[in-house]
Structure formats: C-alpha cells, structure tokens
C-alpha cells in the first residue's frame, strides 16, 4: 500500500512561484496515476492536474493551464506540482492522490473517490 506525503506549500506573493512534492512510500508507485486536487475555504475540492504512471500523459484545469506543470520521478517515488505566475484565486490545500485502477483523464472528475490522499498542503498567495 502506497501511502503520500505533500510539502512545499507556504504564503507567496502574487505571481511567484511555488513547487510542491507528494513523498509516495511502498515499492509500486509506478503503478498509480498522480493527481493534484485543491480545496479553497468554502469550497469544493478541484481538480488540478492529473498525470498518467509513466508520466507521458498530463491533463490540467483550465485554471492553471500554462502555470502549473505536473511531473513525476518514479525512481524517486515522487510526484511535484510547479506552480508559476501564481494568483490569489490559487489559494488552497492542495491534495496528491493516487489510483492504481482510474487513468489519469477519469481521475480528474472523481475529487473525493479516489483511492489514496495525503493529508495536504497549504498554499497562500497574497496579492
């Protein structure tokens, strides 16, 4: 079992940067799609970006098109977010998550069914 562990998150000023890592223990991280998912106070949990076992294939919110860029270092079992030219609108928790079972263009609708969470990270971004 594949257990997840987010850092990186802290207060940024609008149009900094940020990068985020999702620390995976267990020996099969390779066989989990990634995901980035952020919840913003009040609000649902979104999807962010999502990126394929091997890393070849990426999907991104329209939100973070273009900003953000998802990537993973499966002989490091790790997952990052960069985030750049960061906005106040991207305020949140950011969560990682995995799924051995969705592809990385289901995972992006299921923001609450997917089978492994981290605890999550906080990302402020003050304008």
């Known amino acids: 079992q594949v257990q997840l562990v987010e850092s990186g998150g802290g207060l940024v000023q609008a149009g900094g940067s940020l990068r985020l890592s999702c620390a995976a223990s267990g020996r099969t991280f390779s066989n989990y799609a990634m995901g980035w998912f952020r919840q913003a106070p009040g609000k649902e949990r979104d999807f962010v970006a999502t990126?394929?076992?091997?890393?070849?294939?990426?999907y991104y919110a329209d939100s973070v098109e273009g900003r953000f860029t998802i990537s993973r270092d499966n002989a490091k079992n790790t997952l990052y977010l960069q985030m750049n030219s960061l906005k106040s609108e991207d305020t949140a928790v950011y969560y990682c998550?995995?799924?051995?079972?969705?592809?990385?263009?289901?995972?992006?609708?299921?923001?609450?069914?997917?089978?492994?969470w981290g605890q999550g990270t906080l990302v402020t971004v003050s304008s």
């Open positions: 990126i394929s076992m091997g890393g070849g294939i990426t």
């Open positions: 998550a995995a799924d051995r079972l969705a592809t990385a263009q289901a995972m992006r609708a299921r923001t609450r069914t997917l089978e492994l």
